[in-house]
């Protein structure tokens, strides 16, 4: 049986077409706003579960976000959408406290791919474009044919 490889781009279409989201997606509060070869941005909204003891939300919110739309912006190059293994690397630089039920946008962009790597950067930020945290990341591939 010759089953078609679906490309990353096309699964992330698809994912975003039907509306369903990963647990993690639900669990972060986050939805595909756009998807683009190369681009995925994200429409973000945390909620009061993403609070630290200091009553902004946990930087761990940011990076989380960040990781995502950078992994996902390699995984939308990819001619098999399973030929990523995962985050290597992610360098996170936090800018500016983020609060709850503030909209936000985390964007990745791929800057470079290889056959076993791709490099994204990214940021979030507000509807004012005024950024929150910016990023880098290195995603692991399994070389294509």
């Known amino acids: 049986m010759d089953l078609k490889v679906m490309s990353g781009l096309e699964f992330l279409t698809a994912m975003q077409k039907s509306g369903n989201r990963p647990p993690m997606a639900a669990t972060m509060n986050v939805e595909l706003d756009r998807i683009e070869d190369g681009l995925v941005r994200f429409k973000c909204k945390p909620t009061h579960d993403h609070m630290n003891p200091g009553g902004t939300v946990h930087g761990g919110y ?7 739309v ?3 912006a390699v995984q939308s190059k990819l001619k098999d ?12 630089k936090y800018i500016r406290p983020i609060t709850v039920g503030q909209v936000l946008y985390a964007e990745g962009r791929v800057i470079s791919m290889t056959r076993q790597t791709g490099i994204s950067s990214g940021e979030i930020v507000d509807e004012d474009g005024k950024i929150y945290a910016y990023a880098t990341a290195t995603v692991m591939l399994k ?3």
């Open 62 to 68: 940011a990076a989380t976000a960040l990781d995502s």
């Open 70 to 72: 950078l992994s996902l």
């Open 81 to 92: 959408a399973f030929n990523f293994r995962g985050t290597s690397e992610l360098n996170v």
């Open 143 to 145: 070389p294509e044919p």
